[in-house]
């Protein structure tokens, strides 16, 4: 080994743990035909302590492997010969080969060993370590960086009073009734109630005016639509009267949505803008994105601090701006 290492040279050198493939290209050295190949190691796989079985299927196997196999020493022969030291391996078995190149020309100078390589240096032991260790690195990173944000959300019902509800609908079917009942008199029969069912029954002056000028009917049939919107007010009680209901029961659900309050609690590092689409989602700013650059631009953003925050449904964004700078409430 001392004259070989002696005649060997950089060039040589460079291509140690190289493939041998990938050397021979590098180097300019001509291909390493398989049946050659064959040819040459056929004997070696004949001996009684092969582990290889000396057959065609074997032999290509071997050389597909001598070819992608690390060159793990090189030397300069006695007779120039250029010579390689292959670690080819097949499944669990190595095969280390001494291969010379004399004159363009590639012959199997000798077998240097055979041997069984042990599980834990194979390449499926190292590729489901790898799997295992990427798996592994998944899990701890989900369990550090997992989602701690916390909304809590409070349900509010709505509910209103029997009594409004009923007086409301009941006003709301008088004055359809009565817009029905006055169609003929464009309204005639709601505004004046009964008094003007009385007139058109009786045939007055306004009746037929009513009936005749503004509806285009006659006598009788002002006094059918007069006496319509008298049943009508009397059943819904007055035309008024049922819009003073409605209106109370507008009223009503007005207040009720302006006493709904929502809870949100933010959690600590947890971004504003979480806050921002929770409120824009009950309707108490208008624009999730922009309420949050809006924040950002007066500087609430760097202030608030994390906590229980409690909002009314109906308050403008400035009070909403006011509540975060005072902090939270629980």
């Known amino acids: 080994m001392q004259e070989a290492y002696a005649r060997s040279n950089s060039l040589l050198q460079s291509v140690v743990s190289k493939p041998l493939a990938q050397t021979i290209r590098e180097i300019g050295l001509p291909e390493l035909k398989r049946q050659v190949f064959i040819d040459a190691i056929l004997p070696y796989l004949k001996q009684s302590d092969s582990l290889f079985e000396p057959d ?11 070819q992608r196999g690390r060159v793990i020493l090189t030397e300069m022969g006695s007779d120039d010969a250029l010579v390689f030291y292959v670690r080819a391996i097949v499944g669990d078995r190595v095969l280390d080969v001494r291969l010379a190149c004399l004159h363009h020309n590639w012959s199997v100078r000798s077998v240097m060993s055979m041997h069984m390589q042990p599980f834990t240096r194979s390449r499926w032991f190292y590729r489901s370590v790898v799997a295992a260790l990427i798996i592994v690195a998944g ?15 409070k349900t509010v019902v709505l ?14 079917t008088g004055v359809a009734a009565g817009a029905k009942g006055a169609a003929g008199g464009a309204g005639a029969g709601a505004k004046t109630g009964a008094g003007a069912g009385a007139k058109a029954a009786g045939a007055t002056p306004a009746g037929t005016k009513a009936g005749g000028v503004k509806a285009g009917g006659s006598a009788n049939t002002g006094a ?15 035309g008024s009267s049922g819009s003073k209901a409605s209106t109370t029961g507008a009223t009503a659900r007005s207040t009720a949505r302006a006493n709904t309050t929502v809870t949100y609690r933010l959690a600590l590092g947890a971004p504003l ?21 809006h924040l950002s631009q007066i500087g609430v953003d760097k202030t608030v601090r994390p906590g229980t925050y409690t ?13 975060l700078r005072n902090g939270p409430n629980g």
Request: hydrophobic letters at 40%; one cysteine or more; charged letters at 10%.
């Open 139 to 153: 899990l701890v990173g989900y369990t550090i960086h997992r989602p701690t944000d916390v909304v809590k959300t």
């Open 56 to 66: 065609t299927t074997t032999c290509a196997r071997l050389w597909q492997a001598v």
């Open 224 to 238: 059918n639509q007069g006496a319509a919107g008298t049943s009508a007010a009397r059943s819904g009680g007055v």
């Open 311 to 323: 909002f009314h449904v109906g308050m403008s964004e400035q009070q909403v701006v006011n509540i």
């Open 159 to 172: 509910t209103q009073p029997t009594s409004k509800a009923g007086g409301a609908s009941t006003g709301g």
């Open 273 to 293: 803008y979480n806050m921002c689409v929770y409120l824009a989602s009950h309707h108490i700013v208008n624009n999730a994105m922009a309420f949050d650059l």
